[in-house]
């Protein structure tokens, strides 16, 4: 729950939970085993939401649309960790370590938002653009994270624009192919 609540903080205020998580003793396999794959497992039970709006929906429809879900965010997480730890090479300060540890809390805790918003809106009764351009506020805690890393000052805008990227696209790209195959 403690965790939860971290993921929670980012949104009202990235700078002190960045600096609490990333700057802290938070071990990344606590927090993937704590957080990130219960999230999971409620990100694949919100998709009984679906029932509420889509009329010709199956049981086989939900829990495929699930399984997808859950796939999909668990291959992001994995995906994000080795191509923002390659693009950190490019972008951080000259003489400066990012341990993997650090990345990895960090895209367990960017991908948990968007967990919690992936949750929500399938469990709304219809659709809401609200929730489907809120994951775009993934830039501030993004941006607020760079100083915490270490990203050099110039390089700022690429990390942040890529590395929000990254985490927008990654699971949304892998839900559509898995959906699209199945």
């Given amino acids: ?17 960045w600096a609490q998580l990333l700057g802290g003793s938070t071990s990344s396999s606590e927090s993937e ?87 929500v809106k399938n469990l709304l009764p219809a659709e809401s653009a609200f929730f489907d351009l809120f994951p775009i506020y993934l830039i501030i805690p993004v941006w607020q994270a760079a100083e915490f890393l270490h990203i050099d000052k110039d390089n700022t805008g690429f990390f942040v624009v890529g590395a929000t990227a990254l985490l927008l696209v990654t699971p949304w790209v892998i839900n559509a192919l898995l959906s699209f195959f199945v």
């Fill in 33 to 119: 085993r704590k957080l990130f794959y219960p999230l999971v497992f409620v990100v694949a039970l919100s998709a009984v939401g679906l029932f509420w709006r889509e009329v010709n929906l199956t049981v086989g429809d939900v829990v495929i649309s699930a399984i997808a879900q859950a796939i999909a965010y668990i291959l992001s997480l994995y995906i994000c960790v080795i191509a923002i730890s390659w693009g950190l090479n490019f972008v951080v300060e000259k003489d400066a370590f990012v341990a993997p540890g650090k990345v990895k809390t960090f895209v367990i805790y960017c991908l948990s938002i968007l967990m919690l918003i992936h949750i």
């Fill in 1 to 17: 729950m403690n965790k939860l609540l971290l993921t929670l903080k980012l949104l009202v205020s990235p700078r002190p939970t």
